[in-house]
């Protein structure tokens, strides 16, 4: 069975900044997109990041500059930096991975259970 817990959120001033953490456990060959979305209150669930096994990481336009994305592939972790933090990113963060289980590369994707994270005065 797979598991993602995520940690990390909180809540932090306008300006401050939050690390989130995301660690994939469980029976895992290996890790393809490993991604974190976000849900303001009462909006839909959004795309924040998104990280590949090879490649350039993606931010989604209205953070760069202010979020960053990694990811330890050794520690099946996903890490997303957030500075400057704004009121309007206020929300629950979500982790999700896309987990290759067995070498028939048979694939599934998981969600972590969400950490919040509260910008306000």
């Known amino acids: 069975q797979v598991q993602l817990v995520e940690s990390g959120g909180g809540l932090v001033q306008p300006g401050g900044s939050l690390k989130l953490s995301c660690v994939v456990s469980g029976r895992i060959f290996s890790i393809d997109t490993m991604a974190w979305y976000r849900q303001p209150p009462g909006k839909q669930r959004e795309l924040v990041a998104a990280t590949f096994r090879s490649g350039t990481p993606t931010i989604i336009d209205s953070m760069k500059g202010r979020f960053t994305v990694s990811r330890d592939n050794a520690k099946n972790t996903v890490y997303l930096q957030m500075n400057s933090l704004k009121p309007e990113d206020t929300a629950v963060y979500y982790c999700?991975?896309?987990?290759?289980?067995?070498?028939?590369?048979?694939?599934?994707?998981?969600w972590g259970q969400g950490t919040q994270v509260t910008v306000s005065s």
């Open positions: 999700y991975a896309d987990v290759v289980l067995d070498v028939t590369m048979r694939t599934r994707n998981y």
